[in-house]
């Protein structure tokens, strides 16, 4: 069974710019969660959806949004981009929410210039 | 509100000797418990769990973990490093009544020598 894939796996962008990601998680799995990973703060959960819903969010500034589509692939956007929004982007997808383990995907490393 | 501390940011052992990396949580009900390691450039890959019954739990690649809820401890251990072993490895922590958000701690480093 394939895993997690995300897409890109690196980016580089401006400050100011907005920037999407992509997660697919692994087939059958309807949960999918994203986290951030920097040096300073280690790894942050940012929010978690099932079944096209958002059911948790972490506490970040609403630049940072995201959705699921019918199919559970999964995006995350983050607008106006500030320098400290440098970091690994990690995608986590589960069988279904509380219960289930997660399983991380490669993750986007994100550079912000 | 729950927190992991990992004690000791880096780890360095011999090859073949024990690995120990230890983890003390905080969480006002029964957690589920969680080890994962991270190689370079890559994402997280689950070494171990700990949800509910038996309190040793093996894992992949010789791993193993003890939840000692007296303690509120779930220590990694391998009796015998080997040099693939070498990745930073993290703990983590979820209530199982308030959603999926896993917490995790700082990470820490292990170091393989030969």
């Known amino acids: 069974k394939a895993g997690v894939t995300q897409t890109p796996r690196y980016l580089i962008k401006t400050r100011g710019q907005q920037v999407t990601l992509s997660c697919s998680p692994i087939?059958?799995?309807?949960?999918v969660s994203w986290y951030q990973q920097t040096p300073g703060q280690g790894l942050q959960f940012l929010f978690e959806y099932f079944s096209e819903t958002q059911r948790n969010k972490g506490n970040f500034p609403g630049r940072f949004s995201g959705r699921q589509f019918s199919n559970s692939r999964s995006e995350m956007n983050v607008s106006t981009l500030e320098l400290g929004d440098s970091a690994l982007y990690l995608c986590a997808s589960s069988a279904g929410p509380v219960r289930e383990t997660q399983y991380f995907g490669p993750g986007t490393r994100l550079l912000v210039l | 509100a729950q927190s992991v501390t990992q004690l000791g940011s880096h780890v360095s052992v011999s090859e073949g000797a024990l690995v120990l990396l230890r983890c003390n949580y905080s969480?006002?009900?029964?957690?589920?418990l969680f080890w994962y390691v991270q190689y370079p450039n890559q994402g997280l890959q689950l070494l171990l769990k700990y949800t509910t019954g038996a309190t040793l739990v093996k894992g992949i690649n010789g791993f193993e973990a003890e939840f000692k809820k007296s303690e509120t401890s779930f220590h990694l251990t391998k009796p015998s490093a080997h040099m693939s072993d070498a990745a930073e490895y993290f703990c983590a922590v979820r209530d199982n009544q308030a959603g999926t958000a896993l917490i995790f701690g700082k990470g820490t480093t292990l170091s393989v020598s030969s």
């Open positions: 969480s006002s009900v029964p957690p589920y």
């Open positions: 087939s059958g799995h309807r949960s």
